[in-house]
């Protein structure tokens, strides 16, 4: 597995009001590009849209608030791996519907932080949707 290597770098400050603030800016910038649901094109997929509008309504799914800022610390750098990354992701067929497949982008900050995107594709429509990013751990 490679590991798109981004040129943003991770989100350092510790409190959730910043952080939520400048990830909010980076997700208004994208929302300001269309006028329905906000996308942004990914290089892996031949430049076809990826919906980011799921991320959030994942991330307040989540209970505890270290792993929203776990998650919103790596906004832009995920937002950076899908529009560049051309690496093959590891994809499968999702476990609790078999009519949607999961991508799982790998990506390393200029830290050297390791982290990885999911990308959830609807085989019927084909659609796809930015679901989660998530520090990467190696087993």
């Keep these: 597995?490679?590991?798109?290597?981004?040129?943003?770098k991770?989100?350092?400050s510790k409190k959730y009001k910043e952080i939520y603030k400048e990830?909010?800016?980076?997700?208004?910038?994208?929302?300001?590009?269309?006028?329905?649901?906000?996308?942004?094109?990914?290089?892996?997929?031949?430049?076809?849209?990826?919906?980011?509008?799921l991320f959030w309504s994942h991330l307040y799914e989540k209970v505890g608030w270290g792993?929203?800022?776990r998650k919103l610390k790596l906004f832009s750098c995920a937002i950076e791996l899908i529009e560049n990354s051309r690496y093959d992701p590891e994809s499968k067929e999702s476990p609790n519907k078999q009519s949607e497949i999961l991508h799982r982008f790998f990506g390393e900050t200029p830290d050297n932080?390791?982290?990885?995107?999911?990308?959830?594709?609807?085989?019927?429509?084909?659609e796809?949707?930015?679901?989660?990013?998530?520090?990467?751990?190696?087993?």
Excluded: H, N, W
Aim: hydrophobic share 30%.
């Design 67 to 69: 792993d929203r800022d």
């Design 113 to 126: 932080e390791k982290f990885c995107v999911q990308i959830k594709e609807d085989k019927r429509s084909g």
């Design 23 to 53: 990830s909010q800016t980076a997700y208004k910038k994208i929302v300001g590009k269309s006028k329905r649901r906000p996308y942004v094109r990914s290089a892996y997929f031949k430049k076809s849209k990826i919906f980011i509008g």
């Design 1 to 8: 597995m490679k590991f798109y290597k981004t040129k943003t």
């Design 10 to 12: 991770k989100l350092l």
């Design 128 to 139: 796809k949707f930015f679901v989660s990013v998530f520090p990467y751990k190696d087993k």
